[in-house]
């Protein structure tokens, strides 16, 4: 029986969409009748070089768009170019109000509340270009910071971007050795980190790292020090390239912000993989691609206009922040949080939402699960007036997290589950606004992106779990991978499997509905008798026991087979007992089916994750079957593995 949907759009909403505002201008253009989402995504994806020429006068991208050709599909998927005579500058898109309107709010957990107009935003930027430029600062130069999601990330990037040089960041919880592992690669000649960073009501003073790391980069050939915690001068003592923020800008009075326009696939950022099985690959994408692809999600899939207010729950060292900042692009405020999402409570976000007035609440899977967990309930003590749609990523959305938002949080709200992620700097599948929620499923696939599910050997599936690929070249392809002159490690990463196509590495399925569900990441699949499991099936029903907290599975090569291992965290006073492990196994059972039953439960204290909160079941795996992990400083709490080592129960 097919369940009824979630949430569905009012035909007034539908009609006042930018997408069916968009649909009308193609069917005017062209002598088309497009009526659905199914029916703007088939023209999208069939129809490569209109949809594109008329997403960028649409959106109205600044710049040249050029006479040469719109899209040039090269002789391997990643040889494809777009707009190849095309002339913009990522900066002068972001920068398109000059008023006394907010652009950005901050909120430094309960320590500090900033807010910064869009003309105080363009002089800030003016002065830190200037500064830029009298430090030698120019196209394809690398200005690397550690720092917080504040303000000065925001004006260090765009003063980057206006000369042409390629940003990259981190947050500032990343041990030396990560950051060394990430910014050594790529040579910054600039580095700017802030003094400190506030967390879960603590003071976190960050000076020693930045000066270790500034010596060990020789590249770095100044340091510029943000005085988050009012402590720049401490960290300048100690570090003989670095200045103070406040000192550097002061010395460059603010004018009219200057942009160099550049070609369409000119490098912007460099992101990193997660890095937890070896060096993290250096990532490297175009200002044209980021922004066309980001602009997109935002004024279609997430109908985000001129002057809404745009939060996402993020740091500087998950693509999600390079997704935020775009909406600049829109004319969106953007609404900054750095710091613990539950200090003092788990309200801290709802009350940011109620006191600004937030339109679009964004945050991951697992965050709302946590909400869940602690018996929250955001719809009785908030008003949430102005919050008509929240994003959740960074892992699978379960179906019983799709109930306690529309129960807990807000009935009326347009729920989008989203993926894709650092590899494309934007998502492959994600929510709209024409189209219904169902429990549990993504909307479907974005615009312009020919997302689908395919078998091993290759084939289209209609039904059934399978590989999440893409079959057409899109923008915001990577330009290339940093130290890899012959491409070998980009053509690998994402063509070897499936030759001539993009294959994501998530584990993916339609659905009825024509939406998609993410089952977790393929490398992660577990295998026990030759079956793929998706580890995000039983994450959601495990996750539904009052008794854990969180749960970890990875498959354990055993007896000429894989085993499914269950590692859990349970709540305070609960115990795993023999009743608890027969209760765990009997909700798999029911709720999945019988080849998901774990073989072996383990209690743990604590599951390791990556620095944007995503859990590691390869890096377990590998600790486990004793296997050294590659890159320890990709995780948040790497401590954490040494709970997997040397397990009694996984012996027998």
């Avoid at 710091?339 to 965050?367: C, M, Q, R, W």
Wanted: aromatic letters at 10%.
């Amino acid at each position: 029986m097919k369940l009824p949907p979630l949430w569905s759009p009012t035909e007034k909403s539908v009609e006042n969409s930018r997408l069916a505002r968009l649909m009308a201008e193609v069917n005017a253009a062209d002598d088309l009748d497009l009526r659905t989402y199914a029916d703007i995504h088939s023209y999208s994806v069939r129809e490569t070089e209109a949809f594109w020429a008329k997403a960028w006068d649409f959106m109205g991208l600044i710049g040249e768009r050029g006479d040469g050709p719109i899209f040039v599909q090269g002789d391997k998927f990643e040889a494809s170019r777009f707009f190849e005579g095309a002339r913009l500058n990522f900066a002068e898109n972001l920068l398109r109000k000059n008023d006394d309107t907010p652009a950005l709010i901050f909120r430094g957990e309960d320590k500090v509340a900033r807010t910064l107009s869009w003309a105080e935003l363009h002089a800030a930027v003016s002065s830190a270009q200037q500064a830029m430029r009298a430090a030698g600062i120019g196209e394809g130069d690398r200005v690397a910071a550690l720092i917080p999601n504040m303000p000065e990330a925001i004006i260090a990037l765009l003063a980057a971007a206006s000369l042409g040089a390629i940003w990259s960041s981190a947050s500032p919880d990343f041990g030396v050795q990560g950051v060394l592992d990430r910014f050594g690669q790529i040579e910054p000649k600039l580095f700017i980190a802030c003094d400190g960073y506030y967390y879960a009501g603590k003071t976190l003073y960050t000076g020693d790292k930045v000066a270790e790391i500034v010596a060990k980069i020789p590249s770095i050939e100044q340091a510029w020090i943000v005085p988050y915690l009012g402590r720049a001068g401490d960290v300048v003592a100690t570090c003989p390239k670095a200045r103070a923020w406040d000192e550097v800008l002061t010395a460059h009075p603010a004018t009219d912000v200057e942009f160099t326009r550049l070609s369409f696939s000119h490098p912007l950022y460099i992101l990193y993989s997660s890095g937890t099985t070896g060096t993290p690959k250096c990532i490297v994408h175009s200002g044209g691609g980021a922004l066309m692809q980001q602009m997109k999600e935002h004024q279609l899939h997430c109908d985000l206009r001129d002057g809404d207010k745009l939060f996402y729950f993020t740091t500087c060292g998950w693509m999600m922040w390079n997704w935020l900042v775009a909406g600049l692009a829109t004319g969106a405020t953007l609404v900054l949080y750095d710091g613990s999402p539950f200090h003092p409570d788990g309200n801290v976000l709802f009350d940011l939402a109620d006191e600004v007035g937030i339109d679009i609440f964004g945050t991951s899977a697992k965050y709302i699960d946590s909400l869940k967990k602690a018996g929250l309930r955001p719809r009785d003590t908030h008003k949430l007036s102005s919050v008509r749609m929240i994003t959740s990523t960074g892992s699978p959305l379960a179906p019983e997290s799709f109930d306690y938002v529309y129960d807990a949080i807000k009935p009326d709200v347009h729920l989008a589950s989203i993926s894709g992620g650092t590899d494309i700097c934007g998502c492959f599948v994600l929510g709209n606004p024409l189209s219904p929620v169902y429990r549990g499923e993504i909307q479907g696939a974005g615009l312009g992106m020919a997302v689908d599910v395919f078998d091993d050997e290759g084939r289209h599936l209609d039904h059934g779990k399978g590989e999440l690929v893409c079959l057409k070249p899109f923008p915001s392809i990577p330009v290339y991978f940093w130290n890899d002159a012959d491409g070998t490690k980009y053509h690998n990463a994402y063509f070897d499997r499936f030759p001539g196509l993009w294959h994501h590495g998530d584990f993916a399925e339609w659905t009825e509905n024509g939406g998609i569900v993410i089952h977790g990441r393929s490398d992660a699949t577990l295998n026990p008798g030759g079956v793929r499991i998706g580890t995000a099936e039983i994450y959601r029903q495990v996750e539904q026991l009052e008794e854990i907290k969180e749960a970890i599975v990875i498959g354990q090569d055993w007896d000429n087979d894989v085993r499914v291992v269950l590692f859990v965290v349970l709540k305070a006073g609960a115990v795993l007992d023999e009743g608890l492990k027969q209760t765990i196994k009997a909700k798999i059972r029911h709720g999945a089916s019988p080849r998901h039953v774990p073989a072996v439960i383990v209690q743990v204290p604590d599951i390791p994750r990556t620095k944007s909160g995503k859990i590691t079941e390869i890096a377990v795996r590998d600790i486990v079957h004793g296997r050294a992990v590659k890159n320890t400083e990709a995780l948040a709490n790497p401590d954490a593995l040494d709970h997997y080592r040397d397990i009694g129960d996984l012996q027998k």
